[in-house]
């Protein structure tokens, strides 16, 4: 089945510990995103790519690094996590915006990332 | 900047019930408004999408509208069943060059047996 995967999916890790939550997708879709979800915060975008090889900065970008050398995959990476890092972390894609493709979104289903 | 709202964040209603779920936004030059469900622990599922150019999207007993000039989205749940039971989410993509979507904070659905 198409889609977008995640892992790990659940992770605790030490304060200042380097970590990468991994996202590839099979819709060959342009557009690749990563939110973080907080109680009462609600969604909010990290990082996105438009289309590989090109990144750009969502409303919460620092603390995090995202790469797309290719198509399919979009790693985010926390290099030296602290605990207000401590959410769920959603991958997300969408067809490049045309008259003919909407730019519906698709999400992955989750990495919850502890902090400590 | 866009903001996003859903009211009510909870909503409690017997099975069978039709209802309806809110979301406003407060800058009407949309590219588009998309509808998402939730389950608890479980990523986002779309439900329907309505362009800009559109009133109003069906998926089943679904229905979403959309009213750009006042702002409002509105998704219409005809004959609820506890399956429904999940929070669900609107986000708007602007138009324009930033195209990133905004999202709602959610209103948690629990339709009762």
């Known amino acids: 089945i198409a889609g977008i995967t995640q892992a790990p999916t659940s992770q605790i890790l030490a304060a200042g510990r380097r970590m990468t939550l991994r996202c590839t997708q099979d819709?060959?879709?342009?557009?690749m995103y990563w939110y973080r979800q907080d109680l009462g915060l609600g969604l909010r975008l990290i990082h996105y790519?438009?289309?590989?090889?090109?990144?750009g900065k969502g409303e919460v970008p620092d603390g995090y690094s995202v790469s797309r050398a290719n198509t399919d995959d979009f790693p985010l990476t926390l290099a030296s996590a602290v605990p207000s890092q401590t959410s769920v972390y959603f991958c997300a894609s969408s067809e490049r915006l045309s008259l003919e493709r909407t730019g519906e979104l698709f999400f992955g289903e989750g990495s919850r990332l502890t902090v400590l | 900047k866009q903001e996003v709202t859903q009211i009510p964040a909870a909503l409690s209603v017997p099975e069978g019930e039709n209802l309806v779920l809110n979301c406003s936004f407060t800058?009407?030059?949309?590219?588009?408004l998309q509808w998402f469900r939730q389950d608890p622990g479980k990523g986002l599922t779309s439900l329907l999408l309505i362009q800009s150019s559109q009133r109003e999207q069906t998926s089943g007993r679904l229905n979403a509208s959309l009213d750009k000039s006042s702002g409002r989205s509105t998704l219409y749940i005809a004959a609820s069943q506890p399956g429904d039971s999940a929070t669900y989410l609107c986000a708007v993509r602007p138009s324009g060059s930033a195209r990133q979507l905004t999202f709602g904070s959610g209103t948690q659905l629990t339709v009762l047996p």
């Open positions: 800058d009407s030059a949309i590219y588009n």
């Open positions: 819709m060959r879709h342009n557009a």
């Open positions: 790519s438009n289309t590989a090889g090109t990144t």
